[in-house]
């Protein structure tokens, strides 16, 4: 695994960089949590276009950014899932830790809005060649 892809932990946001249908991109900066094994934790809701697109097509790429989605380190190849289960509940926590008691005001709000699933995304570095 590079250093470049190990230190995507140290930033604060990550911008995720996947794809539509015709291949243009499309760029979304999003709170994140690394595991310390290589995986980058994300969450959305089910429906959202991030996550059709990942659903579609796994192959992305990520960056560092700040809360606006400004660049501030390389692109990165990778590939995401969606997670179930154990991964799933392990990414949540994870994120539940990191950016407390925000997360935990948002999933409050969520809550209150029924119908409205949420996703964790598992994203790892692409294998070489990819």
């Not at 959305?44 to 660049?71: F, I, T």
């Not at 289960?85 to 948002?106: E, H, N, S, T, V």
């Amino acid at each position: 695994m590079s250093g470049a892809w190990e230190g995507l932990g140290a930033a604060r946001y990550l911008n995720l960089e996947s794809y539509r249908r015709d291949g243009t991109a499309v760029r979304t900066p999003l709170w994140f949590a690394a595991d310390g094994e290589g995986v980058l934790f994300v969450y959305s809701q089910a429906q959202a276009g991030k996550v059709k697109r990942l659903r579609r097509e796994p192959r992305c790429r990520v960056a560092a950014c700040d809360m606006r989605g400004g660049v501030t380190g390389p692109w990165l190849e990778a590939r995401a899932e969606i997670l179930e289960g154990a991964a799933a509940a392990r990414g949540m926590a994870l994120l539940d830790r990191r950016y407390w008691p925000w997360k935990q005001l948002i999933g409050l709000l969520a809550r209150l809005r029924p119908g409205r699933a949420r996703v964790v995304i598992g994203i790892r570095a692409a294998a070489s060649g990819q």
